[in-house]
Nanobody, 123 residues
Framework: QVELEESGGGLVQPGGSLTLSCKVS????????VAWFRQAPGKEREGVSC????????VYADSARGRFTISSDNAKNTVYLQMNSLKPEDTAEYYC????????????????WGKGTLVTVSS
């Protein structure tokens, strides 16, 4: 059964960095897109970034562009989200999800989801 498992969340100070990992199983990276979404308390889930793992093309939300970097290691079945210059407003539960393509970072384009990892940016 298809699974995605996030890890790497935690507490970090403003301006700090964190790398999230999304380990996938029962499907082959290279044939799918994997995206990161986040949901802050009281807010709707929003797209952060996505990678078409076969061709390596990437999509970033405005909030992530220039600070976050998405990458994949297809041999390790893992997608990463490197987050730098973190701000308190980046505090959220972060989810990875599988889709056939990145498109416009829409939840509707994703078919499988992980359970999330919590990122808290606070001093």
């Amino acid at each position: 059964q298809v699974e995605l498992e996030e890890s790497g969340g935690g507490l970090v100070q403003p301006g700090g960095s964190l790398t999230l990992s999304c380990k996938v199983s029962e499907f082959i990276l290279g044939f799918y897109a994997v995206a990161w979404f986040r949901q802050a308390p009281g807010k709707e889930r929003e797209g952060v970034s996505c990678i078409n793992t076969g061709i390596g093309s990437k999509v970033y939300a405005d909030s992530a562009r220039g600070r976050f970097t998405i990458s994949s290691d297809n041999a390790k079945n893992t997608v990463y989200l490197q987050m730098n210059s973190l701000k308190p407003e980046d505090t959220a539960e972060y989810y990875c999800a599988r889709g056939n393509f990145c498109g416009r970072l829409s939840q509707n384009d994703m078919d499988y989801w992980g359970k999330g990892t919590l990122v808290t940016v606070s001093s």
